[in-house]
DNA sequence: GTCTATATAAGGATAGAC
DNA sequence: GTCTATCCTTATATAGAC
């Protein structure tokens, strides 16, 4: 196990955080190395390019995107299947690092389109898609099962300014995702 | 009525266009106004500087959905007036500009995010969901009348390789959009 | 593993002629 | 309304010392 602190890793928290806020194009590598304490030739060192920063970001969630595919492949077809792929996927969203990634790939996906993480993301947030939807089913219950989806990333931005607490918005978040998924 | 392809017109098109393909950011100046088959000079006879463009194409957007908010609170906060938004709203969307525009403010969030232009459109959206929905329903119907627009949008993307007609789409999104908010 | 120094390119923006 | 020419700034990336 790594250290969580050396360098490799603090420049990977530093520019994702910086990637959401102002945009990939708009942080310059100078500023990342300027928070870091270091100068621009030292990330150079640890990531080729500015690129390799953001697909070294995308590995861990995509393997953790790819295992919950296998899982989900590996169960019988059902709408329990489905109702649990949901939970699993809100779960791993709590953690704050999944969570961010998701938000850089929301936030920049133009600035992204052309990179390669962007379509290894796209392609396994497309498989997932396809273990919880029947290509039969109706074109309502299709949508249906994609907006579950996005129920569970919604409830972090549709409830600004409101009192309920994280942990209610989540649950919020979970119920209309299964009512959605269907199959109760 | 000003000419459609006036050069103002056509700086506007094609840098939605690219701005939509290849980010805000990574679209330069030049790109396009040799697209456009001119200077980069040019250009800023037309706009004072590249966010203005950007200010320019919202413009409309905005006054749309503006107009869509005072109608909406003029009505009577009936569900039948909620579900007649929903209908109004993505009536508006087969509109390619208005799409565009929507596709540009989704894609680019993040480079975007310090411009005048995105603080306005995030205020009438605000406005706009404030009208269809309660702060005092329980957090699940509001996220569901959130998810109801979310569902407009999604079936842009959600529906790629299906063989359904762009007609049959829309119509699904709608119902599924109908629903969400409720009030049947 | 990090530094200084520099190469090289491209960006947004302006001045002034036509 | 569009051009040429240019300014100024910033960016990614590299070379080579320590």
Request: no cysteine.
């Amino acid at each position: 196990m790594s250290d969580r602190h050396d360098t490799r890793s603090r420049i990977q928290e530093i520019a994702l955080e910086l990637f959401i806020e102002q945009g990939y194009d708009k942080t310059s590598l100078r500023e990342i190395a300027e928070r870091l304490g270091v100068t621009k030739a030292a990330l150079y060192y640890h990531f080729p390019t500015k690129d390799d920063i953001v697909n070294s970001l995308v590995e861990d969630r995509i393997a953790q995107l790819h295992a919950l595919t296998e899982w989900a492949s590996s169960q019988p077809r059902t709408a329990e299947t489905r109702r649990q792929v949901i939970r699993m996927y809100a779960e791993e969203l709590h953690d704050t690092k999944a969570h961010q990634v998701m938000q850089f790939f929301e936030r920049n996906q133009a600035a992204i389109k052309q990179m390669d993480a962007m379509k290894r993301m796209r392609n396994q947030l497309t498989e997932l898609f396809d273990t919880i939807t029947d290509p039969n089913d109706a074109l309502t219950e299709q949508l249906k099962s994609s907006l579950a989806v996005f129920a569970i990333h919604a409830s972090l931005f549709v409830f600004r300014n409101r009192d309920a607490t994280p942990e209610q918005q989540r649950e919020a978040a979970l119920t209309v995702a299964l009512e959605l998924i269907g199959g109760d």
